[in-house]
């Protein structure tokens, strides 16, 4: 999906489904993330922050990084009501520029992959932002081929994750599904999962 058209949807994105939805990813990534120890999160793709701001009192300081930036004013509004100073909001696309100046010991992409046509480079220079025994967690959908648009990913198979995971270099890659949901991926039952690996 262009990025456009999430800035165009930026300012009615926040509507009760996707909420529900975004506290269930925040609820798995808490579980993925307890009793480990991390300084810094960069969550890619962020979009209002509806999942990140969930996590943001685990972190001494985050990024939310966004290619529109419709979405990044919206998460940035809410760092300001929030008093959120630890974080900052940052229009940027890291598939078509490589100058991105964040090294963070957790890297979150939810529901992002899905909108990126090549997922390999943008992995790679995502894997240069992560501190070396940093954590990179993937949520998406898994494939579904019932979907069928021109510029979405139907969902991930898993060794589509697998392999594009090594490619771009992570290693103790690991995959599960931890939600099935209704009319949650265009207008479609599906199941959500949650890929973590590391540097
Ligand atoms: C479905 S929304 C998910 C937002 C948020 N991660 C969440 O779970 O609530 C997808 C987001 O990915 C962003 N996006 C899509 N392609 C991107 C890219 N190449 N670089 C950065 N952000 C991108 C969109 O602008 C949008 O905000």
Known sequence: MEENVFNQMAKKYDTENRK???????????????????????????????????????????????????MIQVAQSKIEQNQLKHFEAMAFNLAKDDRLDIKADVIVLSLVLLHVPDIEPLLQRLNKRLNTGGLLIIVDFDKNEKIQHPKVHNGFTEAEVKDALSYAGFRDINKHTFHYGSNIFMKQDASLFIATSTK
């Open 20 to 70: 529900e939805l975004a506290n269930i990813i925040a609820d798995e990534i808490k579980k993925t993330l307890a009793g480990k120890q991390y300084h810094s999160i960069l969550d890619y793709g962020g979009g209002t922050g509806l999942v990140t701001f969930q996590l943001a009192d685990q972190f001494e300081k985050g990024w939310l990084v966004d290619s529109s930036q419709e």
